[in-house]
């Protein structure tokens, strides 16, 4: 990732971003802060011993979850609540899978009364085949849902306009996609989410798309407030060492983030004093 | 028709419900917590729509399954 520097977009946003800066030491949403600025999914694991050991690794302190109909004719495994405590993780709904705001809300109502919390993963699909979000569903889902109290997180496009939207309608954070969920093609549109961080007071994840370590740390580097993924954990060789490294990336991009890197330069510039050298 | 003098019909002993979108005959009499444990269901670990509204879990053992009833019974999965 090589963020464009020295542009009239960068030069205004670095208030912006000098702003985030003073952020540091936690990732606040609604009435919570947490230590870790990696969340992370229960998805696609071999099994759930892997998952909880990822978590472990990842010391992500928010797990996402789905919620899905019991199957009634099943002999009954362990429940995932077995293996997640929730004194510990923040174990957060999410609505994947629906693909109107109607449906989000009944199981974002579902997820709720579970009892465990008022934070939701908001996800409204629009299409199959990319898995981007229907902005105006989401809008329309993540309005009532902030007004009936929930803590409402909506995964949405890397579009800023409907960034402000959705803070608008009562977001707690925005979470825009890196690229497709599961692709693990990386952050393809840094510009979008450098517009997110300047159109939005709330906090910004970026959600889906993150492949590796590289990936995670240049998208922290933009001063994104945090990172959710799955896919890229749970489809790892070995997940459990890939959360280890997922753990240190996220929080080695949001230090160098906060460090304020370097200005980029054309040529070289001697790290050692051009006086005094010897026979000169 | 009036049966004036016949004793009121006792209540069928199975009757016909959707639970998770399937057809389930269940005995007349069974309440939500009744219907989780005979799926070996854990209440603390479920949450129940029943005809689109959500059940507190202080109503299971109260709240009788009546015909036609439709019920959700989902929990938390995998997922991102």
Known sequence: MNPARGTDLMTESSARTADRRETAGGLTLGDRTFGSRLIIGTGKYDSPQTMAAALEASGAEIITVAVRRVDLDASKEESLLHWLDPERVLILPNTAGCYTADEAIRVARLGRAAGLSDFVKLEVIGDEKTLYPDVLELLKATEILAAEGFTVLPYTSDDPVVARRLQEAGAAAVMPLASPIGSGLGLVDPLGIRFILEAVSVPVIVDAGVGTASDAAATMELGVDGILMNTAIAEARDPVRMAAAMRLAVAAGRIAFEAGPMERRTYASPSSPPAGRVGG | ?80
């Open chain 2, 1 to 80: 028709m009036t049966r004036s003098s016949s004793p009121a019909a006792p209540p069928p002993t199975t009757f016909e419900i959707v639970a998770n979108g399937h057809a389930r005959r269940v005995a007349g009499g069974t309440t939500v917590a009744g219907f989780l444990a005979a799926h070996e269901l854990d209440p603390d670990l479920v949450v129940v729509e029943r005809n689109g509204e959500i059940l507190r879990r202080a109503a299971f053992d109260a709240v009788h399954v009546e015909p036609g009833d439709e019920l959700e019974i989902v929990h938390f999965v995998g997922g991102g």
